[in-house]
């Protein structure tokens, strides 16, 4: 199979998690630390590190450090426009 077919398939995968999908979607539009999305999701805090853990070792996420915090953020335009395709809001 194709490379790049098997890189998307991986991709939606992962992506096939809705608190995943809500955590992309809400970063197509800013980044953001992990409190911010915790409390916006009003999730646990644990649950939230762990779909960053996941998303961010399969190369949907790029982390970096800002003072004491780290900022998360989509790797790529890729991600922002499927957000927009699918629609998906916060």
């Known amino acids: 199979m194709d490379g790049d077919l098997q890189e998307k398939a991986s991709l939606l995968r992962v992506l096939g998690h809705p608190v995943r999908l809500r955590i992309v979607a809400g970063l197509a539009r800013e980044d953001a630390c992990v409190k911010d999305i915790w409390e916006c999701l009003e999730i646990p805090q644990a649950v939230v590190s762990q779909h960053l853990k ?23 335009e890729m991600l922002a426009e499927l957000v927009r395709i699918l629609r998906l809001a916060i």
């Open 54 to 76: 996941v998303m961010k070792e399969h190369g949907i996420l790029e982390a970096r450090r800002d003072g004491t915090r780290v900022r998360y953020a989509l790797r790529g």
